[in-house]
Protein backbone atom coordinates (compact mmCIF):
# COMPACT_ATOMS: atom_id res chain seq x y z
CA UNK A 1 0.00 0.00 0.00
CA UNK A 2 1.45 3.59 -0.98
CA UNK A 3 2.38 5.58 2.34
CA UNK A 4 -0.10 8.12 1.74
CA UNK A 5 -3.08 6.14 0.50
CA UNK A 6 -6.27 5.74 2.17
CA UNK A 7 -7.92 3.09 2.75
CA UNK A 8 -11.95 2.86 1.13
CA UNK A 9 -12.82 1.80 4.44
CA UNK A 10 -11.63 5.06 6.28
CA UNK A 11 -12.23 6.88 3.04
CA UNK A 12 -16.41 5.39 3.69
CA UNK A 13 -16.57 6.45 7.65
CA UNK A 14 -15.61 9.91 6.95
CA UNK A 15 -18.12 10.24 4.09
CA UNK A 16 -20.03 8.76 6.72
CA UNK A 17 -19.64 11.15 9.64
CA UNK A 18 -19.97 14.46 7.54
CA UNK A 19 -23.22 13.05 6.40
CA UNK A 20 -24.56 12.31 9.78
CA UNK A 21 -23.95 15.86 10.66
CA UNK A 22 -26.04 17.35 8.60
CA UNK A 23 -28.62 14.22 8.45
CA UNK A 24 -31.90 16.50 9.27
CA UNK A 25 -31.24 19.48 7.65
CA UNK A 26 -31.56 18.53 4.33
CA UNK A 27 -35.47 19.44 4.02
CA UNK A 28 -34.47 22.82 6.16
CA UNK A 29 -31.76 24.33 3.80
CA UNK A 30 -31.90 28.32 3.22
CA UNK A 31 -35.23 29.73 2.15
CA UNK A 32 -35.65 29.02 -1.62
CA UNK A 33 -34.69 32.69 -3.26
CA UNK A 34 -37.72 35.29 -4.19
CA UNK A 35 -37.90 36.33 -7.69
CA UNK A 36 -38.86 39.73 -6.30
CA UNK A 37 -40.90 42.76 -8.46
CA UNK A 38 -44.28 43.11 -9.00
CA UNK A 39 -46.61 40.47 -9.57
CA UNK A 40 -47.78 40.61 -13.48
CA UNK A 41 -51.17 39.00 -12.44
CA UNK A 42 -53.94 41.92 -12.83
CA UNK A 43 -55.16 43.70 -9.90
CA UNK A 44 -58.40 42.59 -7.88
CA UNK A 45 -60.40 45.05 -5.68
CA UNK A 46 -58.15 45.12 -2.70
CA UNK A 47 -54.85 45.41 -5.04
CA UNK A 48 -56.00 48.68 -6.23
CA UNK A 49 -56.69 49.97 -2.71
CA UNK A 50 -53.42 49.06 -2.27
CA UNK A 51 -51.99 50.55 -5.46
CA UNK A 52 -54.29 53.67 -4.67
CA UNK A 53 -53.55 54.24 -0.93
CA UNK A 54 -50.95 56.67 0.61
CA UNK A 55 -48.37 55.24 3.08
CA UNK A 56 -49.75 55.18 6.77
CA UNK A 57 -53.64 54.66 4.96
CA UNK A 58 -55.98 52.50 7.00
CA UNK A 59 -58.00 50.22 4.51
CA UNK A 60 -61.32 48.65 5.86
CA UNK A 61 -61.98 45.76 3.28
CA UNK A 62 -65.63 44.37 2.94
CA UNK A 63 -66.89 41.10 3.49
CA UNK A 64 -66.76 39.05 0.26
CA UNK A 65 -64.59 36.30 -1.05
CA UNK A 66 -61.51 37.61 -2.99
CA UNK A 67 -59.57 35.86 -5.88
CA UNK A 68 -56.58 37.81 -6.26
CA UNK A 69 -53.04 37.56 -5.24
CA UNK A 70 -51.63 40.79 -3.68
CA UNK A 71 -48.04 42.97 -2.90
CA UNK A 72 -48.51 45.35 0.04
CA UNK A 73 -45.21 47.64 -0.90
CA UNK A 74 -46.16 50.84 1.48
CA UNK A 75 -46.79 51.01 5.16
CA UNK A 76 -50.56 50.10 5.95
CA UNK A 77 -53.14 48.86 8.14
CA UNK A 78 -55.66 46.56 6.56
CA UNK A 79 -58.48 45.06 8.12
CA UNK A 80 -61.03 42.70 7.33
CA UNK A 81 -64.71 43.69 8.50
CA UNK A 82 -66.47 40.75 8.86
CA UNK A 83 -65.85 37.84 6.81
CA UNK A 84 -63.24 38.69 4.08
CA UNK A 85 -61.63 35.71 1.95
CA UNK A 86 -58.89 35.85 -0.10
CA UNK A 87 -58.71 32.84 -1.85
CA UNK A 88 -55.22 32.25 -3.95
CA UNK A 89 -56.65 29.98 -6.33
CA UNK A 90 -54.20 27.02 -5.74
CA UNK A 91 -51.43 29.04 -7.06
CA UNK A 92 -48.42 30.83 -5.89
CA UNK A 93 -48.24 32.69 -2.72
CA UNK A 94 -50.95 34.69 -1.41
CA UNK A 95 -49.65 37.90 -0.06
CA UNK A 96 -46.32 39.33 0.11
CA UNK A 97 -45.40 41.86 2.17
CA UNK A 98 -41.82 43.76 1.21
CA UNK A 99 -42.72 47.29 3.28
CA UNK A 100 -42.31 47.76 6.74
CA UNK A 101 -44.83 48.79 9.14
CA UNK A 102 -47.61 47.04 7.66
CA UNK A 103 -50.59 45.68 9.49
CA UNK A 104 -52.79 42.91 8.27
CA UNK A 105 -55.79 41.94 10.62
CA UNK A 106 -58.65 39.35 10.04
CA UNK A 107 -58.19 37.98 7.15
CA UNK A 108 -59.11 34.32 5.66
CA UNK A 109 -56.43 33.56 3.19
CA UNK A 110 -56.57 30.44 2.22
CA UNK A 111 -55.56 28.02 -1.13
CA UNK A 112 -51.61 28.33 -1.91
CA UNK A 113 -49.96 26.72 -4.57
CA UNK A 114 -48.42 23.36 -3.77
CA UNK A 115 -44.58 23.79 -5.37
CA UNK A 116 -42.68 23.14 -2.51
CA UNK A 117 -39.28 24.17 -4.58
CA UNK A 118 -40.82 27.73 -4.79
CA UNK A 119 -42.10 27.21 -1.19
CA UNK A 120 -45.83 28.36 -1.91
CA UNK A 121 -46.91 30.70 0.98
CA UNK A 122 -49.75 31.93 2.34
CA UNK A 123 -48.19 35.10 3.92
CA UNK A 124 -44.22 35.95 3.00
CA UNK A 125 -43.05 38.87 4.74
CA UNK A 126 -40.02 40.66 3.38
CA UNK A 127 -39.50 43.61 6.02
CA UNK A 128 -39.63 44.72 9.77
CA UNK A 129 -42.06 45.53 11.83
CA UNK A 130 -45.00 43.96 10.45
CA UNK A 131 -47.97 42.47 12.08
CA UNK A 132 -50.27 39.48 11.83
CA UNK A 133 -53.11 39.67 14.30
CA UNK A 134 -55.98 37.24 13.79
CA UNK A 135 -55.44 35.85 10.34
CA UNK A 136 -57.06 32.23 9.72
CA UNK A 137 -54.91 30.48 6.66
CA UNK A 138 -56.63 27.41 5.40
CA UNK A 139 -55.08 25.10 2.99
CA UNK A 140 -51.81 26.00 2.70
CA UNK A 141 -48.33 24.63 1.80
CA UNK A 142 -46.47 27.26 3.82
CA UNK A 143 -48.13 29.03 6.64
CA UNK A 144 -46.61 32.55 7.26
CA UNK A 145 -42.73 33.26 6.40
CA UNK A 146 -40.57 35.92 7.72
CA UNK A 147 -37.14 36.52 5.47
CA UNK A 148 -35.09 39.19 7.31
CA UNK A 149 -37.89 40.36 9.17
CA UNK A 150 -36.89 41.84 12.62
CA UNK A 151 -39.38 42.83 14.95
CA UNK A 152 -42.53 41.00 13.59
CA UNK A 153 -45.98 40.26 15.99
CA UNK A 154 -47.79 37.29 14.95
CA UNK A 155 -50.31 37.08 17.29
CA UNK A 156 -53.95 34.87 17.20
CA UNK A 157 -53.51 33.10 13.99
CA UNK A 158 -54.48 29.53 13.09
CA UNK A 159 -52.65 28.20 10.48
CA UNK A 160 -53.95 24.82 8.83
CA UNK A 161 -51.66 22.88 6.01
CA UNK A 162 -53.02 21.04 3.37
CA UNK A 163 -54.12 17.53 3.29
CA UNK A 164 -50.86 16.15 2.54
CA UNK A 165 -48.32 13.32 3.88
CA UNK A 166 -45.91 15.43 6.32
CA UNK A 167 -43.01 14.70 3.64
CA UNK A 168 -45.13 16.71 1.16
CA UNK A 169 -46.08 19.59 3.57
CA UNK A 170 -44.74 23.15 4.17
CA UNK A 171 -43.38 24.81 7.67
CA UNK A 172 -47.04 26.51 9.55
CA UNK A 173 -44.44 29.16 10.51
CA UNK A 174 -41.06 30.38 9.38
CA UNK A 175 -38.67 33.24 10.99
CA UNK A 176 -35.60 33.08 9.31
CA UNK A 177 -32.70 36.08 10.68
CA UNK A 178 -36.07 37.60 11.87
CA UNK A 179 -35.19 39.15 15.57
CA UNK A 180 -37.38 40.05 18.55
CA UNK A 181 -40.48 38.98 16.61
CA UNK A 182 -43.44 37.77 19.42
CA UNK A 183 -45.02 34.67 18.66
CA UNK A 184 -48.17 34.28 20.72
CA UNK A 185 -51.39 32.98 20.57
CA UNK A 186 -51.36 31.07 17.73
CA UNK A 187 -52.89 27.95 16.40
CA UNK A 188 -50.96 25.77 14.25
CA UNK A 189 -51.77 22.27 12.88
CA UNK A 190 -51.11 19.55 10.22
CA UNK A 191 -48.12 21.33 8.81
CA UNK A 192 -44.66 20.44 8.66
CA UNK A 193 -42.70 22.18 11.53
CA UNK A 194 -42.96 25.73 13.31
CA UNK A 195 -39.41 26.73 12.72
CA UNK A 196 -36.99 29.76 14.34
CA UNK A 197 -33.69 29.61 11.62
CA UNK A 198 -31.08 32.17 12.89
CA UNK A 199 -33.59 33.94 14.88
CA UNK A 200 -32.46 35.22 18.26
CA UNK A 201 -34.64 37.36 21.56
CA UNK A 202 -37.67 35.80 19.85
CA UNK A 203 -40.78 35.21 22.75
CA UNK A 204 -43.07 32.53 21.93
CA UNK A 205 -45.92 32.57 23.70
CA UNK A 206 -49.45 30.70 24.91
CA UNK A 207 -49.16 28.79 21.10
CA UNK A 208 -50.56 25.48 20.69
CA UNK A 209 -49.12 22.89 18.01
CA UNK A 210 -50.68 19.61 17.04
CA UNK A 211 -50.70 17.26 14.31
CA UNK A 212 -47.57 18.36 12.85
CA UNK A 213 -43.84 17.14 12.28
CA UNK A 214 -42.32 19.44 15.26
CA UNK A 215 -44.32 21.51 17.44
CA UNK A 216 -41.79 24.16 17.51
CA UNK A 217 -38.13 23.53 16.29
CA UNK A 218 -34.89 26.08 16.86
CA UNK A 219 -31.96 26.38 14.93
CA UNK A 220 -28.70 28.20 15.72
CA UNK A 221 -31.57 30.89 17.28
CA UNK A 222 -30.11 32.12 20.61
CA UNK A 223 -31.86 33.53 23.94
CA UNK A 224 -35.25 32.37 23.11
CA UNK A 225 -38.02 32.50 25.83
CA UNK A 226 -40.58 29.63 24.98
CA UNK A 227 -43.51 29.91 27.61
CA UNK A 228 -46.99 28.51 28.65
CA UNK A 229 -47.11 27.16 24.76
CA UNK A 230 -49.13 23.54 24.30
CA UNK A 231 -48.13 21.06 21.80
CA UNK A 232 -49.76 17.50 21.80
CA UNK A 233 -50.21 14.62 18.94
CA UNK A 234 -46.88 15.67 16.72
CA UNK A 235 -43.81 13.60 16.42
CA UNK A 236 -41.83 15.75 18.54
CA UNK A 237 -43.40 18.83 20.69
CA UNK A 238 -39.53 21.04 20.59
CA UNK A 239 -36.42 20.63 19.13
CA UNK A 240 -33.87 22.44 20.78
CA UNK A 241 -31.27 22.47 18.01
CA UNK A 242 -27.52 24.27 18.20
CA UNK A 243 -28.83 27.06 20.25
CA UNK A 244 -27.65 29.08 23.17
CA UNK A 245 -29.45 31.00 26.21
CA UNK A 246 -32.96 29.05 25.98
CA UNK A 247 -35.69 29.88 29.07
CA UNK A 248 -38.80 26.78 28.27
CA UNK A 249 -41.25 27.57 31.39
CA UNK A 250 -45.14 26.30 31.63
CA UNK A 251 -45.13 24.38 28.71
CA UNK A 252 -47.34 21.50 28.34
CA UNK A 253 -46.08 18.32 26.13
CA UNK A 254 -48.35 15.83 25.84
CA UNK A 255 -49.03 12.66 23.60
CA UNK A 256 -45.96 13.37 21.12
CA UNK A 257 -45.37 9.88 19.80
CA UNK A 258 -44.26 10.13 16.26
CA UNK A 259 -40.74 7.89 14.62
CA UNK A 260 -39.21 10.54 17.43
CA UNK A 261 -41.83 10.63 20.07
CA UNK A 262 -39.86 13.20 21.98
CA UNK A 263 -41.07 15.87 24.34
CA UNK A 264 -38.53 17.75 24.60
CA UNK A 265 -35.31 16.85 22.30
CA UNK A 266 -32.05 18.77 22.93
CA UNK A 267 -29.04 18.50 20.49
CA UNK A 268 -25.65 20.75 21.15
CA UNK A 269 -27.90 23.36 23.31
CA UNK A 270 -26.09 25.21 26.01
CA UNK A 271 -26.98 27.88 28.98
CA UNK A 272 -30.89 26.33 29.09
CA UNK A 273 -33.36 26.56 31.87
CA UNK A 274 -36.17 24.22 31.66
CA UNK A 275 -38.95 24.49 34.18
CA UNK A 276 -42.21 24.13 35.14
CA UNK A 277 -43.24 21.97 32.15
CA UNK A 278 -45.89 19.38 32.06
CA UNK A 279 -44.26 16.31 30.05
CA UNK A 280 -46.58 13.47 29.82
CA UNK A 281 -47.72 10.36 27.64
CA UNK A 282 -44.68 10.73 25.26
CA UNK A 283 -42.34 8.35 23.95
CA UNK A 284 -39.31 9.80 25.47
CA UNK A 285 -40.17 13.10 27.60
CA UNK A 286 -36.69 14.70 27.65
CA UNK A 287 -33.83 13.82 24.95
CA UNK A 288 -30.61 14.67 26.15
CA UNK A 289 -27.81 14.89 22.95
CA UNK A 290 -24.59 16.61 23.88
CA UNK A 291 -26.30 19.30 25.64
CA UNK A 292 -25.93 21.16 26.96
CA UNK A 293 -22.66 22.06 24.93
CA UNK A 294 -20.15 23.91 27.36
CA UNK A 295 -19.41 24.19 30.91
CA UNK A 296 -20.86 27.95 30.71
CA UNK A 297 -23.56 26.94 32.68
CA UNK A 298 -25.01 23.17 33.94
CA UNK A 299 -28.43 22.26 31.92
CA UNK A 300 -31.42 22.76 34.23
CA UNK A 301 -34.11 20.82 34.65
CA UNK A 302 -36.47 21.85 37.93
CA UNK A 303 -40.01 21.56 39.03
CA UNK A 304 -40.79 19.54 35.69
CA UNK A 305 -43.47 16.58 35.75
CA UNK A 306 -42.45 14.29 33.83
CA UNK A 307 -45.48 11.13 33.57
CA UNK A 308 -46.39 8.29 31.94
CA UNK A 309 -43.92 8.57 29.47
CA UNK A 310 -42.50 5.45 27.62
CA UNK A 311 -39.25 6.71 29.09
CA UNK A 312 -39.20 9.97 31.33
CA UNK A 313 -35.95 10.89 30.46
CA UNK A 314 -32.99 9.43 27.86
CA UNK A 315 -29.33 10.22 27.69
CA UNK A 316 -27.00 10.51 24.85
CA UNK A 317 -24.06 9.28 26.27
CA UNK A 318 -22.33 12.70 25.62
CA UNK A 319 -24.62 14.60 27.39
CA UNK A 320 -22.99 15.95 30.26
CA UNK A 321 -23.42 18.58 33.22
CA UNK A 322 -27.29 18.55 33.58
CA UNK A 323 -29.19 19.17 37.27
CA UNK A 324 -32.28 17.75 37.74
CA UNK A 325 -33.78 19.06 41.07
CA UNK A 326 -37.38 19.06 42.80
CA UNK A 327 -39.00 17.15 39.11
CA UNK A 328 -41.49 14.66 39.21
CA UNK A 329 -40.95 11.53 37.76
CA UNK A 330 -44.15 9.55 37.74
CA UNK A 331 -44.69 5.77 36.48
CA UNK A 332 -42.89 5.81 33.11
CA UNK A 333 -42.14 2.92 31.94
CA UNK A 334 -38.71 3.55 32.45
CA UNK A 335 -37.92 6.66 34.60
CA UNK A 336 -34.16 7.51 32.99
CA UNK A 337 -32.72 5.29 30.40
CA UNK A 338 -29.27 5.71 28.45
CA UNK A 339 -29.42 5.50 24.89
CA UNK A 340 -26.14 3.41 24.23
CA UNK A 341 -22.99 2.61 26.23
CA UNK A 342 -22.00 5.04 28.79
CA UNK A 343 -23.11 6.22 32.49
CA UNK A 344 -24.32 8.91 33.73
CA UNK A 345 -21.61 10.43 36.38
CA UNK A 346 -21.39 13.82 34.66
CA UNK A 347 -25.02 14.59 35.59
CA UNK A 348 -26.99 15.14 38.98
CA UNK A 349 -30.37 13.98 40.05
CA UNK A 350 -30.27 16.65 43.49
CA UNK A 351 -28.73 19.79 44.47
CA UNK A 352 -28.37 20.47 48.18
CA UNK A 353 -30.81 18.93 50.22
CA UNK A 354 -33.62 18.57 47.56
CA UNK A 355 -33.66 15.81 44.82
CA UNK A 356 -36.89 14.93 42.95
CA UNK A 357 -40.07 12.73 43.45
CA UNK A 358 -39.55 9.11 42.39
CA UNK A 359 -43.10 6.78 41.86
CA UNK A 360 -41.34 3.85 42.24
CA UNK A 361 -39.28 5.41 45.55
CA UNK A 362 -39.19 2.67 47.95
CA UNK A 363 -37.82 4.45 50.97
CA UNK A 364 -39.54 6.03 53.72
CA UNK A 365 -38.90 9.30 55.94
CA UNK A 366 -39.21 8.61 59.71
CA UNK A 367 -38.22 12.23 60.36
CA UNK A 368 -41.30 13.32 58.22
CA UNK A 369 -39.15 16.48 56.50
CA UNK A 370 -40.18 15.54 53.47
CA UNK A 371 -36.68 13.71 51.92
CA UNK A 372 -36.47 9.78 51.90
CA UNK A 373 -34.00 8.45 54.43
CA UNK A 374 -32.18 5.97 52.18
CA UNK A 375 -30.73 7.16 48.51
CA UNK A 376 -33.32 6.25 44.88
CA UNK A 377 -31.29 4.51 42.72
CA UNK A 378 -32.19 2.81 39.64
CA UNK A 379 -30.45 -0.51 39.77
CA UNK A 380 -33.20 -2.51 37.70
CA UNK A 381 -31.65 -5.39 35.85
CA UNK A 382 -34.03 -5.66 32.54
CA UNK A 383 -33.86 -1.28 32.54
CA UNK A 384 -30.49 -2.09 32.10
CA UNK A 385 -30.63 -4.40 29.42
CA UNK A 386 -33.16 -2.48 27.64
CA UNK A 387 -30.51 0.55 27.25
CA UNK A 388 -28.43 -1.82 25.93
CA UNK A 389 -30.97 -3.66 23.57
CA UNK A 390 -34.01 -1.86 22.68
CA UNK A 391 -35.54 -4.37 21.21
CA UNK A 392 -36.29 -5.82 24.40
CA UNK A 393 -38.86 -3.67 25.62
CA UNK A 394 -41.37 -6.25 22.93
CA UNK A 395 -41.20 -8.55 26.73
CA UNK A 396 -42.21 -5.29 28.97
CA UNK A 397 -44.90 -6.44 31.21
CA UNK A 398 -44.54 -10.30 30.44
CA UNK A 399 -43.30 -12.91 32.14
CA UNK A 400 -39.67 -13.05 30.81
CA UNK A 401 -39.48 -9.49 32.32
CA UNK A 402 -40.59 -11.08 35.59
CA UNK A 403 -37.77 -13.57 35.40
CA UNK A 404 -35.07 -11.36 34.51
CA UNK A 405 -36.11 -9.27 37.36
CA UNK A 406 -36.42 -11.79 39.67
CA UNK A 407 -33.22 -13.12 39.07
CA UNK A 408 -32.12 -10.04 39.61
CA UNK A 409 -33.03 -9.53 43.07
CA UNK A 410 -31.88 -13.57 44.18
CA UNK A 411 -28.28 -13.15 42.91
CA UNK A 412 -26.85 -9.83 43.51
CA UNK A 413 -23.78 -10.73 41.79
CA UNK A 414 -25.51 -9.76 38.21
CA UNK A 415 -27.15 -6.94 39.67
CA UNK A 416 -25.87 -3.93 37.35
CA UNK A 417 -24.70 -0.85 38.83
CA UNK A 418 -26.83 1.66 39.39
CA UNK A 419 -27.54 4.32 36.19
CA UNK A 420 -27.83 7.33 38.83
CA UNK A 421 -27.96 8.12 42.51
CA UNK A 422 -30.59 10.77 44.07
CA UNK A 423 -29.17 11.45 47.29
CA UNK A 424 -32.28 13.16 48.86
CA UNK A 425 -35.55 12.05 47.06
CA UNK A 426 -38.41 13.59 47.98
CA UNK A 427 -41.48 11.53 49.82
CA UNK A 428 -44.12 13.86 48.08
CA UNK A 429 -44.88 14.97 44.45
CA UNK A 430 -43.80 18.86 43.54
CA UNK A 431 -47.22 21.12 42.86
CA UNK A 432 -47.77 22.00 39.10
CA UNK A 433 -47.73 25.45 38.29
CA UNK A 434 -51.04 27.14 38.52
CA UNK A 435 -50.33 28.16 34.92
CA UNK A 436 -50.53 25.04 33.88
CA UNK A 437 -53.58 23.20 35.70
CA UNK A 438 -55.78 26.49 34.85
CA UNK A 439 -54.95 26.70 30.80
CA UNK A 440 -57.31 24.95 29.22
CA UNK A 441 -56.20 24.01 25.11
CA UNK A 442 -58.19 22.69 22.73
CA UNK A 443 -56.73 19.52 23.40
CA UNK A 444 -57.47 20.03 27.22
CA UNK A 445 -58.75 16.20 27.85
CA UNK A 446 -55.70 15.16 27.60
CA UNK A 447 -53.68 17.48 29.76
CA UNK A 448 -56.17 17.96 32.34
CA UNK A 449 -56.74 14.12 32.72
CA UNK A 450 -52.36 13.59 33.27
CA UNK A 451 -52.51 16.19 35.73
CA UNK A 452 -55.44 14.77 37.51
CA UNK A 453 -53.82 11.12 37.20
CA UNK A 454 -50.49 12.55 38.26
CA UNK A 455 -51.87 14.35 41.77
CA UNK A 456 -54.01 11.00 42.57
CA UNK A 457 -50.95 9.06 41.64
CA UNK A 458 -48.53 11.10 43.87
CA UNK A 459 -51.16 11.35 46.75
CA UNK A 460 -51.64 7.46 46.70
CA UNK A 461 -47.85 6.86 46.58
CA UNK A 462 -47.50 9.18 49.77
CA UNK A 463 -50.33 7.85 51.51
CA UNK A 464 -48.85 4.19 50.94
CA UNK A 465 -45.48 5.30 52.15
CA UNK A 466 -46.64 7.02 55.58
CA UNK A 467 -48.53 4.06 56.30
CA UNK A 468 -45.68 2.28 56.49
CA UNK A 469 -43.71 4.52 58.41
CA UNK A 470 -46.31 4.79 61.05
CA UNK A 471 -46.93 0.45 61.18
Known sequence: MMPNAVHPASAFAAVLVVATAFAGQADHAAPAPVSGGRSTLPLGPIGMRIAAASPGDTLEIDPGIYREHLRIDKPLTIVARGDVVIDGGGSGDIVEIVAPDVTLRGFVIRNTGIDLDKENAAVRVLAPRVALENNRLEDILFGIDLREAPDCRIVGNRIGGKDLDVARRGDGLRLWRSDRTLVERNTIHDGRDAILWYSSNVVVRGNHGFDCRYGLHLMFSDHITILDNEFAGNSVGIYLMYTTGVELVGNTLVGNRGPSGYGIGLKETDQFSIRDNLIAGNRSGVYIDGSPFTAAKPGEFTRNTFAYNDVGCT?????????????????????????????????????????????????????????????????????????????????????????????????????????FTDEVPLMRPVALPAAVVERKPAREAIALSGIALVGVGGLLIAAARTSRRTS
Open 315 to 419: FLPSARGNEFTENNFVDNIDQVAVAGRGALDANRFWKGERGNFWSDYTGYDLNNDGVGDFVHESQTLFENLMDKRPALRLFLFSPAQQAVEFVGRAIPAVRPEAK
